[in-house]
């Protein structure tokens, strides 16, 4: 690798238009970032395999859960491009890999060996009857134990869990930098080509590439969020990065996207409909096979078309900031860092006390919000928190 473009200067912004912070997508990355907090919580009433479950679970949410998982973490790969490129616009690449390093590898370290240690312990408890209490299991997690298992599927620990993305992230950016390094000029100033800023081909062409992913490489390599054989995922999750990186600076494709938000939202919302009738449909047995192959065409135009409903409706509506959102875009990373923990914890807890399901439910938002805001009020507070929870030591 050549040093020299490791200390160069910042990444040229290059021709075309180039906006200066896109406020809606701080718009957009706070409410995905937010949704994963119910969606989680919808985990723990579902029949899909998760840490903890509660006795009220079945699967009357589920087409519910189904409107938002195909698209959600793609979306937020790709504002994850775009932020990484407004980044490299100020910063040197060598500053550039050093910051998301700290940001992203300190948090992913301590979350792996404090945070999430309560989710597999409380699974083990629940699924496996585990009974000789947090400290003796925790040494257990700590020395790589691979001893609890049902069947063939055994925990890994430890485990990074829900701090996959942040894995994954930290990943995908120092295979940019890499390439950065090679071919500076040639990936620091894309140009969105021409089918991109005309006609309908923004929404069509990224749902045959999701559809063709999906029908060739998902039958061979299910999503594991275990890095090194999730390849499906690596293809969707990789694209979905670059292309926010590539198109950060590019007002015609945002434009773009504005106007094909009222086609997308009903593309999403018709597609949705056909998949949860189908996963509805099938729920308690094996569809046919051509069936399944359409369906994943279907799935890709509901996980493009809503992605790009909602560029488009936030540049519309929300492109403006204001002092609520200063605090929960720097807020959101460490909610996401706690969340899920505060969820199992919480939830392992609330279902012990037998009570109705809506009272359940609120309790365990209302404490999971309260867990989020008080980790991030503690860490932005402590100065020796700030870096295990991503937050710059200085303030911010």
């Known amino acids: 690798m050549n040093t020299a473009l490791l200390s160069a200067p910042r990444i040229d912004t290059g021709p075309g238009p180039t906006p200066g912070r896109l406020a809606f997508l701080d718009w957009v990355r706070v409410g995905a970032f937010g949704l994963l907090i119910f969606y989680h919580v919808g985990m723990f009433y579902v029949t899909w395999d998760w840490h903890v479950k509660s006795d009220h679970a079945g699967h009357g949410l589920e087409p519910l859960m189904l409107l938002t998982n195909p698209w959600r973490l793609t979306l937020l790969f790709l504002i994850s491009g775009v932020a990484t490129r407004f980044m490299a616009d100020k ?16 948090p992913l370290l301590f979350g792996m060996a404090v945070l999430v240690a309560p989710q597999p312990y409380y699974e083990v408890v629940e699924k496996l009857g585990y009974g000789d209490g947090f400290i003796a299991f925790y040494a257990r ?3 790589f134990d691979g001893s609890f298992c049902r069947g063939d599927d055994c925990l890994i620990l430890p485990t990074w869990n829900h701090l996959w993305f942040v894995a994954y992230l930290l990943v995908y950016t120092l295979v940019l930098g890499a390439l950065l390094a090679l071919s500076p000029r040639r990936l620091a100033n894309p140009l969105p080509p021409a089918w991109m800023v005309r006609g309908p081909w923004l929404l069509v062409l990224p749902v045959l590439f ?3 992913l999906r029908l060739f490489l998902l039958p061979h390599f299910e999503i594991t969020h275990a890095l090194v054989d999730d390849w499906y995922n690596h ?6 990065f670059l292309f926010g990186f590539a198109i950060a600076r590019q007002d015609r494709v945002w434009a773009r996207a504005e106007a094909l938000r009222v086609p997308a939202l009903l593309l999403g919302l018709v597609t949705w409909i056909a998949f949860a009738t189908y996963v509805w449909q099938y729920r308690e047995s094996d569809p046919p096979e051509a069936l399944r192959m359409v369906m994943r065409i279907i799935y890709a135009g509901q996980q493009w078309g809503f992605i790009i409903a909602i560029l488009g409706f936030a540049r519309r509506y929300l492109n403006h900031g204001n002092r609520w959102l200063s605090y929960l875009s720097v807020g959101v990373f460490p909610f ?20 109705p399901v809506v009272l359940e439910a609120v309790l365990l938002i209302a404490i999971t919000i309260a ?3 008080l980790t991030y009020e503690a860490a932005r507070r402590i100065p020796v928190l700030r870096p295990f929870f991503g937050l710059k030591r200085g303030g911010g």
């Open 371 to 373: 867990a989020c805001l």
């Open 210 to 212: 999701l559809a063709l």
């Open 141 to 143: 997690y700590l020395s």
């Open 235 to 240: 293809a969707m999750s990789f694209s979905a």
């Open 91 to 106: 910063l040197p690449l060598a500053p550039l890999l050093r910051a998301r390093l700290a940001r992203l590898g300190i």
């Open 336 to 355: 996401y860092i706690i969340h899920q923990t505060a969820i199992v914890v919480a939830a392992h807890h609330l279902k012990a006390l037998g009570l």
